[in-house]
């Protein structure tokens, strides 16, 4: 099996920017221009690559961006762990047969993720 060239030549996959674009910010940890999020992506990826993704990200309200100067500050609307449970929400959403998606998934956790998830559940309903 060839690799199909993603990665050999500098190509991401669909949606892997927009994410290391995420991440720059969460790394930043408050409102950041574009200048600042570029130096933090990986592989120099172009200025306007960089506005382009924040400005995507802000049309899908991923991202705030607020007036500063001629440009913006961007900031994250979640945290890291947020966007990561909105995402297995909406994958979840999509499954078909919630209680055979969340069967299999627990059924497929680590030990050590499963002892945290049941601390969380039993917290949860006491509370």
Same mark, same amino acid.
Do not use: C
């Given at each position: ?13 669909? +949606?892997?920017? *927009? ?10 940890? /408050?409102?950041?221009?574009? +200048? ?42 979640? &945290?890291?762990? +947020? ?9 979840? &959403?999509? +499954? ?11 059924? *497929?956790?680590?030990?050590? &993720? ?12 006491? /509370?």
């Amino acid at each position: 099996m060839t690799d199909s060239g993603a990665g050999t030549a500098g190509r991401r996959a669909p +949606g892997e920017l *927009e994410n290391e674009v995420l991440a720059a910010l969460w790394a930043v940890g /408050g409102p950041a221009t574009a +200048g600042v999020v570029q130096k933090r992506v990986a592989g120099d990826p172009a200025y306007t690559t960089v506005l382009t993704i924040l400005s995507r990200l802000y049309e899908k309200g991923l991202v705030t961006r607020e007036r500063a100067g001629r440009g913006y500050l961007y900031s994250p609307v979640r &945290d890291e762990a +947020g966007h990561a449970a909105a995402g297995m929400r909406a994958l979840l &959403d999509k +499954g078909g047969d919630r209680a055979a998606v969340l069967a299999r998934f627990v059924s *497929e956790l680590a030990t050590e &993720d499963e002892e945290i998830l049941e601390q969380l559940l039993r917290g949860h309903q006491e /509370g």
